[in-house]
């Protein structure tokens, strides 16, 4: 049997991922991770909650519990550069990062130098193979498979982790949880990013960044209305414009239609904003990502994939068209709705996470 320490959330997934490992026989040990500082008190980052319910998950198993505190990690690898891409416009997304550079990262070096073997989360995904060429594939829950976000693991940080949750379903993590009587077994998931937690976006970003107002534009350069900031646009977002029940153009023959937010000039602090779910400008046929992350050998140029633009997207067919160490151009079958540069593509051969990239245009 090995020694595996596991990350423990607080939530019924990584619960139930050490109780899977414990009845297997193996030496499990537990560590709450903590990754951010500045809002303890707040009730919407509860992450006191969250380590008092680690508490009781570890007595009902009969597991030692660490509080780790990554929060310089954190800050530094994750929070500096979410911050940097609001600031240039773009969408990032942080939980990628934060697999890459903590929990698969600083945990794992923290886990290795506890003697461990192993390391273990509650994610949804599976291994297979043996290193030093190990694949990541998706979930057997197509709802619940996260491997979108574990797309920037290397194989030396795969080789050691294991994700018991992998050939499972929610409903039957639930059950289990409550034929285990583990005290998170009703919890709710956990929605977004701590640091943000349930309070408005806006009021966020607000503490961190400055304010820049400007116009919002047709593409014809209409003004439409007033933006806070492309910082707390995303593209094809449609609610939080203020622009709901503003006509168009005379004889606009889409009047009616609701807007929504189709691109960003950095120039002109513009946000363009278009009439309609099937606009043009939100419809894309090639794809541009750069700063490139394969878990495996790479993907061959002129070979057909899949590709997610976003997390539970399904997989859409492309091609790539053309790629180099630092840059990926990918030609997509069918055109793709509000492809969002910051976010990640992921590319996929069949149930195989190949890796991926960020978005630029």
Known sequence: MSRIVVGLSGGVD?????????????????????NWEADDLEEDCPIAQDYRDVLEIAETL??????????????????????AEYRRGRTPNPDVLCNAEIKFKAFLDHAISLGAEHIATGHYARLEGEAPLRRLEKAADANKDQSYFLYRLSQAQIAPALFPLGGLTKPRVREIARQARLPVAEKKDSTGICFIGERPFRAFLQR??????????????????????????????????????????????LDGEPWFAAGKNLETNELIVVRGHDHPLLLSTTLHAEDLSWIGPPPFVGKHYGAKTRYRQEDAACVVAAMSADTLVLRFLQPQWAVTPGQSVVLYEAHTCLGGGIIQA
Do not use: C, W
């Open 14 to 34: 990584s619960a139930v991922a050490a109780l899977l490992l414990k009845q297997q026989g193996h030496e499990v040990r537990g560590v709450f991770m903590k």
């Open 62 to 83: 009969g597991i030692e519990v660490e509080l780790v505190n990554f929060s310089r990690e954190y800050q530094e690898r994750v929070f500096a550069y979410f911050l």
């Open 208 to 253: 961190y960044l400055p304010t820049q107002p400007g116009d919002m534009v047709t593409p014809e350069g209409r003004i439409m209305g007033r933006h806070q900031g492309l910082m707390y646009h995303t593209i094809g977002q449609r609610r939080g414009l203020g622009i709901g029940g503003v006509k168009g153009a005379a004889g606009d023959k």
